[in-house]
């Protein structure tokens, strides 16, 4: 078993508390090898997947595809990586 210490966003937001918990081997490691694919730390993985998984779960009619595109969009809005969008012609209302 591993124990692994973090601090989620949410923690730092709070209270600046750090949580440990304890997690089989096998998940860790595969957990490590797709956090270095994407790019992301161990942590930062571990809460991405937790998240992916509840919306799946509390949305069971929306595909792999749009949760993974939502959540890189929320992480480009959150990062200040997008722009609004503004409308260059004024929309003609009757056509």
Not at 19 to 39: M, P, Q, Y
Not at 45 to 55: A, C, P, Q
Request: proline share 2%; no cysteine; aromatic share 8%.
């Amino acid at each position: 078993m591993w124990r692994i210490s973090g601090r989620s966003s949410a923690d730092i937001s709070r209270r600046h508390v750090g949580k440990s918990i304890n997690l089989d081997d096998g998940f860790v490691l595969e957990s490590t090898i797709r956090a270095k694919a994407s790019g992301r730390s161990l942590v930062q993985k571990i809460e991405y997947d937790v998240t992916f998984g509840r919306i799946a779960i509390d949305n069971p009619n929306l595909s792999y595809a749009f949760i993974q595109e939502a959540l890189l969009v929320k992480d480009d809005l959150e990062g200040g990586e997008l722009t609004p969008y503004v409308r260059k012609m004024k929309r003609s209302l009757g056509s």
